[in-house]
């Protein structure tokens, strides 16, 4: 027994002089500093403590109308939602931004009735007012897939399509890498990863220039620019809970 206990003891001391050791020759790998912000992070219903919320159902006071920097005229609806006044122009935020993780919630309208296609619920989200990631009804409605919900408009196909009934509510949660330009040149190229109701639907693709309906894309320099929401013909979608998150590439 007294043989037992000493060789555990023996046992155990190098075990601990080997774990010392390791813990030792692991030090200059390890990192301490910078430490990372402390921030309040909830789920995607609410917004994290560090982000900058864009409309939380009360006013539009984030917002001007896109191309008159006037008062938007969409609606704010008794939900806490606001939904798109057609023919009234899109809006855009008062702040302008680089980089960010964008959440947005929106609705496609239920009314389907007699619209297909581009129609049904069009409108897009643009970051930097030029790079679309689109909205649409894509809920048993087929159009050209690189203009479907959740596509890099016109330049990427989404992975899958996990649209929701007409009606329901739908999140984007889109991280966007902006580009960076030297005067007119293009030094970085922009990347999006998009989820679509908690599913990957885009995953850093690399953006191939501003959003354009006809021909090819094309780079434009610029800096930071506001967010963009989209009025489109023909049937209104509305959306709720926006916030956005600054980030450094």
Same mark, same amino acid.
């Given at each position: 027994?007294?043989? =037992?206990?000493?060789?555990? *003891? ?10 010392? !050791? ?37 006013? !539009?006071?984030?917002?001007? *109308? ?36 964008? &959440? ?21 989200? !643009? ?48 991280? =966007?890498?902006?580009?960076? !330009? ?12 998009? =989820? ?7 995953? &850093?693709?690399?953006?191939?220039? *501003? *959003? ?6 094309? &780079? ?11 009025? &489109? ?17």
């Amino acid at each position: 027994m007294i043989m =037992f206990i000493k060789k555990t *003891t023996i046992l155990l001391f190098f075990f601990s002089f080997f774990l010392s !050791f390791c813990q030792n020759k692991s030090k200059p790998t390890e990192i301490w500093e910078p430490i990372p912000n402390k921030i309040d992070a909830y789920n995607f219903s609410i917004a994290p403590s560090d982000a900058v919320v864009l409309f939380d159902g009360k006013n !539009f006071s984030s917002w001007v *109308t896109q191309y008159s920097n006037q008062s938007p005229k969409w609606k704010i609806n008794k939900d806490g939602s606001m939904t798109v006044v057609n023919g009234t122009g899109g809006i855009k935020t008062k702040q302008s931004f680089g980089s960010v993780q964008l &959440h947005i919630e929106w609705k496609t309208n239920e009314n389907v009735q007699n619209y297909t296609g581009q129609s049904r619920s069009n409108s897009g989200v !643009f970051l930097q007012q030029k790079y679309e990631v689109q909205i649409l009804d894509s809920y048993e409605n087929p159009t050209y897939v690189n203009g479907q919900t959740g596509s890099v408009y016109k330049q990427y196909i989404p992975l899958v399509n996990s649209s929701k009934k007409p009606g329901e509510w739908q999140s984007y949660d889109i991280i =966007f890498n902006a580009p960076v !330009f030297d005067k007119k040149n293009l030094i970085k190229p922009g990347y999006f990863t998009v =989820f679509q109701n908690g599913v990957l639907i885009q995953n &850093h693709v690399q953006i191939q220039g *501003t *959003t354009t309906n006809v021909g090819l894309p094309k &780079h434009e320099a610029h800096g930071n620019a506001p967010l963009v929401l989209q009025d &489109h013909c023909c049937l209104a979608v509305s959306y709720r809970n926006i916030w956005i998150r600054k980030i450094t590439d």
